[in-house]
C-alpha cells in the first residue's frame, strides 16, 4: 500500500485539457478517470499539518496573479518513468517560480528529479509500452486545432496515493479559497 502524499496541481479545464482527457482515455482507459493538470508540487509527504499547508498555498495566492502559459511538444521521461506529457514551451519559467514559491514550509519537500513543467498525458505501466504508444500521442497532438495557451488561474491542493486523489482546497490566484 501506498502511504498518503500530498501535491499541489492547477486543473486545465480549457480546450487543452480536455483534448488531453479525451487522449487519455483513448490510450489508456485505466487512468481515463484522472483530471488534466499542471503539477505544481509533485506528491510529496508534508512536513506540518495540513492546516500549515494550506495556509502556505493561501497566502501565496492572495496575493500573486494569474497567467498564461503555453503547450510545446509531446515528450517522456524515459527511462527515468514511462510517462508522456505535453512540455510547458512558453512561461515554464512562470511554473517553476510557482513551484519555488510553494516548496517551503510544511509543502517543503526534497524532490527525487528536477521539476519540470508539464501536462501529463498517461504514466504508462513500462518502458516498451511508452515506445508504442508516443508517437500515436504525437500525431493526436499535432492534428489538434485548439489553442494551445492554459490560463493558471486556480491551484488545488490535493491528497492521495497512486492514482487516487481527492481535492483538499481549491484557491484562486486571483486572490482567495474557491469555494468547492
Same mark, same amino acid.
Given at each position: 500500500?501506498?502511504?498518503?502524499?500530498?501535491?499541489?496541481?492547477?486543473?486545465?479545464?480549457?480546450?487543452?485539457?480536455?483534448?488531453?482527457?479525451?487522449?487519455?482515455?483513448?490510450? =489508456?482507459?485505466?487512468?481515463?478517470?484522472?483530471?488534466?493538470?499542471?503539477?505544481?508540487?509533485?506528491?510529496?509527504?508534508?512536513?506540518?499539518?495540513?492546516?500549515?499547508?494550506?495556509?502556505?498555498?493561501?497566502?501565496?495566492?492572495?496575493?500573486?496573479?494569474?497567467?498564461?502559459?503555453?503547450?510545446?511538444?509531446?515528450?517522456?521521461?524515459?527511462?527515468?518513468?514511462?510517462?508522456?506529457?505535453?512540455?510547458?514551451?512558453?512561461?515554464? =519559467?512562470? +511554473?517553476?517560480?510557482?513551484?519555488?514559491? +510553494?516548496?517551503?514550509?510544511?509543502?517543503?519537500?526534497?524532490?527525487?528529479?528536477?521539476? +519540470?513543467?508539464?501536462?501529463?498525458?498517461?504514466?504508462?505501466?513500462?518502458?516498451?509500452?511508452?515506445?508504442?504508444?508516443?508517437?500515436?500521442?504525437?500525431?493526436?497532438?499535432?492534428? =489538434?486545432?485548439?489553442?494551445?495557451?492554459?490560463?493558471?488561474?486556480?491551484?488545488?491542493?490535493?491528497?492521495?496515493?497512486?492514482?487516487?486523489?481527492?481535492?483538499?482546497?481549491?484557491?484562486?490566484?486571483?486572490?482567495?479559497?474557491?469555494?468547492?
Amino acid at each position: 500500500m501506498e502511504s498518503l502524499q500530498y501535491a499541489l496541481v492547477a486543473y486545465v479545464r480549457s480546450p487543452v485539457g480536455i483534448f488531453v482527457e479525451e487522449l487519455r482515455r483513448k490510450i =489508456y482507459p485505466e487512468h481515463g478517470h484522472l483530471a488534466a493538470h499542471v503539477t505544481v508540487l509533485p506528491p510529496r509527504p508534508i512536513s506540518g499539518s495540513e492546516e500549515e499547508a494550506l495556509a502556505t498555498v493561501s497566502s501565496f495566492a492572495s496575493s500573486h496573479p494569474a497567467f498564461e502559459i503555453g503547450m510545446g511538444e509531446v515528450e517522456s521521461f524515459v527511462p527515468s518513468t514511462p510517462t508522456i506529457f505535453i512540455r510547458v514551451a512558453r512561461a515554464a =519559467y512562470r +511554473m517553476r517560480e510557482l513551484h519555488d514559491a +510553494m516548496n517551503v514550509g510544511a509543502l517543503q519537500y526534497e524532490e527525487p528529479w528536477p521539476y +519540470m513543467p508539464h501536462l501529463t498525458i498517461a504514466k504508462l505501466d513500462c518502458t516498451p509500452d511508452v515506445e508504442q504508444v508516443i508517437e500515436r500521442v504525437r500525431q493526436n497532438w499535432r492534428q =489538434y486545432t485548439g489553442s494551445r495557451q492554459v490560463l493558471i488561474d486556480n491551484l488545488t491542493f490535493v491528497r492521495g496515493s497512486g492514482h487516487t486523489w481527492f481535492d483538499i482546497a481549491r484557491f484562486s490566484l486571483e486572490g482567495g479559497k474557491v469555494p468547492q
